[in-house]
């Protein structure tokens, strides 16, 4: 007698079953199962193997018998990995989680929306799993590959269920090849602080986070949650060989256009600074937009709403006060028309527009310095003989990583050879030197000089 899974269904009363031990597929018709059942993909079965009458050379099953319904299959050695209906375990414990077990902090006020999506994918997944959340049986991976659970999720939603399944210490996994399938692992005992249903952003307590921060107090709560001690039971995030390395943080120079969530303390700005940019964009609308004076405000420069000073700080904490000052009379005498120069104020500075004049200008003087490299025919044409040199001090700006990898490649090319031409290799001792005649440097020739004199 052997064992196996109902794993085909063909109709008419007709199935195909993996045998347990062997894995080889064997039919199985109602004919020959016991009171003519009708069975279902899952159903485990006891039968024995026999020639199929119908087709010479075929085997089937007779005597069959069912044993019980399981998702789970056996290891090799013939013993059950599971008792009957206890691979359901991993689903019913899936369906058994609290909704507020799937929620981040950074959910917002409508986090029941995403929660559910959460618990749908993860109910998804452990259709698939053991009872224990592995998902690998007999040394093989029964992890739901990409193309099929995109047939169910989109991929943008494939990839953000399960980062965020990862990050709630549901859900880990890992691979044994760059381009091969996920080994999921649904953790059944992993647990992490929850929080309440009806919380939101203006709830009497404020939402505690994760990363060990203090919880931030909210203008309308009236006292704070203790903040969540980190779980030790939360499986780490191993970072997956096709995921890239994180990216290096900025220099001062290069800062990002777009300021990170998480900032650390505001940088004091000089009141000096402030003042001095002030007075430029007085000036400059006094100059060319004299005629949008407004007498009703009393302002003493050629626009009636003067720029708020946070405005202004909040630009200089990014850029400095020459290149403010720099883009904002580029800005002024390149505008397209009297209306640009009317709304000046709002467009440069309320909008922070004038940020991305700044950004424009390094770029272009970036560009302009590593252009000298590639067009180059000689060193001494060069501010620096070492392009390492000049990138360490001057690295490639936000927004050019593409192009300046490039022109860096063209520019290093030209820079070795130029360098190569006015520094060749000695002959005699392999140094590098400028003064090399005839394939030998000073030196080598001091010494063959030397041992000639001496015979």
Known sequence: MVEGIIISEMGRGAWWAEQDITHASVFVHISQVTGRRVLHLGDRIRCEIADNPDKPGKTMAVNVTYVGHTVARQVSGGSPMSAPNQSLKCSQWVRSIPLERFRLPGDGRKWQQVARSRKAFLLHLSSYANSDGTFVRAGRNYSPSLKTL??????????????????????????????????????????????????CQDSPESVPRLDGEPPKQYQHSQKSVSASVPNPSLPSKEREPSLPSPPQAASENHLPLVQPEKSKAPQIVNPDDVDAVAATFCRLMDKHGAKYRDPKAGVDSGYGKPVARGDIEKMLRRCSRDEIIYALEYAFINAADDKAIKFMEKMFFANQGGIGLVVKRRQDEWVSSIQQYIDADDLDELPCDDLDELLKNDPIPVGLEIKGCDLITKARKNWKRLDAAKYPVCGGCGHRSGSIVEGACEDCRVATSTEGTKR
């Open 150 to 199: 995109l047939k169910d999720f989109c991929r943008g939603s494939y990839t953000q269920y399960s980062d965020d399944l990862r990050t709630l210490g549901l859900l880990s996994w890992t691979r044994e090849k760059h381009y091969e399938r996920r080994i999921y692992i649904i953790h059944l005992t992993g647990t992490v602080p929850t929080f309440t249903p009806k919380q």
